[in-house]
């Protein structure tokens, strides 16, 4: 059977299945994006997380406001650290609600801690009011996350919105580009720690990201390195003398 015709096969039923599960109120644009895959997916759920996942973007932007929405737990503040659910780097994101002492239970997002709907959705659909107490996530904040915690798996969509020019010099991005934080990650948990959460999102999200060739990225990665070295000796010059006199 050539590929085509499997394909044919397999979207008929794909197609009538995911038509059956639709509600009133489904997203227009997800629907239309589903019926354009290859392989259409063949429940709604499947179609929501597929539409995010080619919108990384858009999800990235949307997961943030959710969490400027919902806000960060009262007296919560960015903590490194084994145990509770902390992160264990200053590279990974702030994520309070994923924490052991602010976790919302079933029915709320993990990551911007706002109610999750039917189909992982941020909205409700049904207009019933009623979150899926079944779900943790919604599937926008599933996409932002990894693209937050692995952006350089999304090089190709972060080129094509730089125009394919290299952030720094202006030239052409090469074959060798690699995705950079603008205000690297150790200057954030040093400098801008004290900043509401929702904020603090920015610098792992897209407007603290760029492109740049990859010989620009060796040279800012030593002035980086120069740079936290020069902290470390001073912070040691005027660290107090330990042996006494």
Same mark, same amino acid.
């Given at each position: 059977? $050539? ?7 397999? !979207?008929?039923? $794909?197609?009538?299945?995911?038509? %059956? $599960? =639709?509600?009133?109120g489904? +997203? ?9 895959r290859?392989l ?8 929501? $997380? ?15 406001a ?6 960060? +737990? ?9 145990g509770?659910? =902390?992160?264990t ?8 609600? %994923?924490?052991?002492?602010? *976790? ?16 992982g959705?941020?909205?409700? =659909? ?5 979150? !899926? ?12 996350? &990894? ?8 090089? #190709? ?6 125009g394919?020019?290299? *952030?720094?010099?202006? #030239?052409?991005l090469?074959r060798?580009? &690699? ?5 690297? /990650?150790?200057?954030?948990?040093? &400098? ?8 603090? /999102?920015?610098?792992w ?7 740049i !060739?990859r010989?620009?990225?060796?040279? #800012?990665?030593?002035?980086?390195a120069d &740079? ?17 006199p």
């Amino acid at each position: 059977m $050539a590929t085509s015709e499997w394909r044919s096969a397999r !979207n008929g039923p $794909a197609r009538a299945r995911l038509e %059956r $599960a =639709l509600r009133p109120g489904f +997203p227009a644009h997800v629907l239309q994006h589903a019926l354009t895959r290859p392989l259409i997916p063949p429940t709604p759920g499947r179609a929501v $997380a597929s539409y995010w996942r080619h919108h990384v973007l858009r999800a990235d932007r949307l997961a943030r406001a959710l969490a400027a929405r919902t806000g960060a +737990p009262e007296g919560w503040t960015w903590q490194v650290g084994p145990g509770e659910g =902390l992160p264990t780097h200053f590279r990974v994101p702030p994520a309070p609600y %994923r924490e052991a002492r602010h *976790a919302l239970g079933p029915g709320a997002c993990r990551i911007c801690g706002g109610p999750v709907y039917r189909f992982g959705w941020h909205r409700d =659909l049904a207009g019933d009011g009623a979150p !899926n107490r079944r779900a943790g996530w919604h599937a926008a904040c599933v996409v932002a996350w &990894e693209f937050w915690c692995a952006p350089s798996d999304h090089l #190709k969509t972060l080129k094509a919105r730089q125009g394919h020019r290299c *952030a720094v010099s202006g #030239k052409r991005l090469l074959r060798g580009s &690699e995705v950079d934080h603008r205000l690297p /990650l150790y200057r954030v948990w040093r &400098e801008e720690r004290d900043l509401p959460w929702p904020f603090l /999102l920015a610098y792992w999200g897209t407007p603290n990201l760029q492109v740049i !060739n990859r010989a620009g990225h060796l040279s #800012k990665c030593r002035e980086e390195a120069d &740079e936290r070295a020069a902290v470390r000796r001073d912070a040691r010059v005027l660290a107090p003398d330990d042996e006494g006199p």
